[in-house]
């Protein structure tokens, strides 16, 4: 990796990472009473060792004068091994929590381990520790074969990768201390998040720049949603988060927004965060991964860009659909609803759209996992943008609200859509990138999409159950008005469904390790690809003499 990087280039990276290990020791220093200095010495660590690495490589050979004439494909090799780690992770932490829901006994009387701080650890380690490095890796290798032009940076693709994965590893550990804001999908605290900015802010910097000095004069779909997921990403962030900490040695802060402002700011981004980060990004990969895979063209490429402004423009309004029944103005709780089901316009135009770019191709479906786990995250994505829809209407959202249906929503449309596409666009890209002719086993890919799909239906349909059964209980009355069931007896109705998905989430998590050792094992014994026409950007050619 280092060998890519010429001297000046070794030289900023290692004062980028130097500058990183002393905000770090000011951060210990300044925070040596409280867990911002724990979490002051992580950022040391993880600097420091990245620092080791660029000084301890600094006098190697420098790279060819022909750089330019390949794509910079280190970064996305990195980012794929970051995020099948973060996969394995986030759902160990998964089955975990969901274990603990069955026997609180495996919390085993620990604060560190109690539900409240793991379950955070979780959804960030496979949100943004999975799918994050998985939208980053994808989305650089993207832009680079749509565009025919190699990325615009040498430095920034790995401040980007390795800025968003310290930014990971200080939310969970943070989470383990007990630090947190307390905001659904935003838990980390300002320090975090202020560091994630200048991230996030450098990678729209870097994708802008590379679609500039692009090659091919049409920008490809799949480019659209990248970006709209890298801006608006950033700007949900940034507003959602904006908070006063109590002083800059301490991790607490507090939210500039009161009340039911904080409520309605909170779920336009939380939603948003659904709509842009495991949607619009992973749309992306679909529109990539999904034609090169099945060998045909998207079906209507208008109906791909009818789909992109539908869904830029209706997903913003929906997030008010979280708050029905509360303090929330009832008009605003209805916008949320009126676009929540006006969406489905330009999700199934998605759906549909790769759907029909199969037809013609169901034998290739038939026979190659890899492209059924597309088709499944197809399928499972037109099946929960339904699902959603539905629920934000309000006379159905009082009986699903509050209620495990939720979960099994969140979770047919995370596993189901954004794990699966995820996975079956690594195992397309795997064996192209490492230059291999296919992976190292297909029985694996086999296995890894039935235990997938296994634990996905079981967890959706344990979910479903547990919370239509909860809801029903909950409002149901006695002759006298009187509640007919305890709270106590919900939670014993839903006993067998808790354990249910325990089994389901195992299930998944068993497939993530078997696509672990698949994609090691391509890597490392696959048979190389046959020779053929190198896969390299446009270079200008240059005039004889000159």
Not at 83 to 89: C, L, N, R
Not at 164 to 176: P, R, W
Request: charged share 10%.
């Amino acid at each position: 990796m280092i060998r890519q990087l010429t001297s000046s280039e070794r030289q900023r990276g290692a004062a980028i990472a130097l500058a990183v290990v002393i905000t770090g020791a000011a951060m210990a220093a300044l925070g040596r009473s409280d867990t911002l200095g724990v979490q002051g010495v992580i950022v040391m660590l993880f600097a420091g060792g990245l620092l080791y690495g660029v000084l301890s490589s600094f006098y190697e050979p420098e790279p060819t004068e022909d750089r330019e004439a390949s794509y910079y494909d280190d970064p996305i090799k990195v980012g794929i091994v970051l995020s099948m780690a973060w996969a394995v992770f986030g759902m160990f932490m998964g089955v975990w929590v969901a274990a603990q829901l069955a026997w609180p006994d495996l919390a085993f009387d620990a604060a560190w381990s109690s539900f409240g701080r793991l379950r955070p650890a979780h959804t960030s380690g496979v949100i943004f520790g999975f799918g994050g490095n998985a939208l980053i890796a994808t989305s650089f290798h993207v832009v680079q074969r749509t565009s025919r032009a190699r990325l615009a940076g040498q430095i920034s693709p790995w401040f980007v990768l390795l800025g968003f994965n310290l930014f990971c590893v200080l939310a969970i550990s943070g989470y383990l201390l007990g630090v947190t804001q307390s905001k659904e999908y935003a838990e980390a605290e300002w320090y975090a998040d202020l560091w994630l900015v200048i991230v996030w802010v450098t990678y729209f910097i870097l994708y802008i720049a590379t679609i500039a000095r692009r090659k091919e004069p049409h920008i490809y779909v799949a480019n659209w949603y990248f970006m709209a997921f890298i801006l608006v990403v950033a700007i949900l962030h940034i507003v959602n988060n904006l908070a006063v900490p109590v002083s800059w040695g301490h991790a607490k802060s507090y939210t500039i927004w009161p009340g039911v402002q904080d409520a309605m700011v909170q779920w336009w981004y939380g939603h948003n965060a659904v709509a842009f980060f495991l949607t619009a990004g992973f749309l992306g990969m679909l529109y990539y991964y999904l034609p090169v895979r099945a060998q045909r063209p998207i079906f209507s490429y208008r109906l791909s860009i009818l789909s992109f402004w539908g869904i830029t423009f209706f997903y913003m309004w929906a997030g008010s659909h979280h708050l029905h029944y509360t303090a929330l103005p009832h008009w605003v709780q209805t916008l949320g609803m009126t676009f929540s089901v006006m969406l489905l316009v330009p999700s199934w135009a998605s759906a549909g759209n790769a759907l029909l770019t199969l037809n013609g191709a169901w034998h290739k479906v038939r026979d190659d996992a890899t492209l059924r786990f597309m088709m499944a995250a197809v399928v499972f994505y037109g099946l929960s943008t339904f699902e959603g829809s539905f629920l934000a209407i309000r006379p159905v959202n009082s009986l699903s609200h509050y209620t495990d249906w939720t979960v099994g929503h969140v979770h047919a449309g995370a596993l189901g859509w954004v794990a699966l596409i995820t996975f079956g666009s690594l195992y397309t890209l795997v064996p192209s990138l490492w230059k291999r002719e296919r992976m190292y086993s297909a029985t694996l890919v086999e296995v890894h999409f039935w235990l997938a799909i296994a634990g996905t239906l079981i967890y959706a349909f344990a979910m479903w159950n547990s919370g239509i059964i909860q809801g029903l209980m909950w409002r149901t009355y006695t002759e006298d008005g009187a509640l007919a069931y305890s709270f106590v007896d919900s939670l014993v109705a839903m006993y067998p469904y808790y354990i249910a998905r325990a089994f389901g989430g195992l299930l998944f998590l068993l497939g993530a390790v078997v696509g672990c050792y698949n994609m090691w094992m391509t890597v490392q014994s696959a048979p190389l690809a046959a020779p053929r026409e190198a896969d390299v950007p446009v270079v200008p050619a240059t005039i004889p003499g000159e």
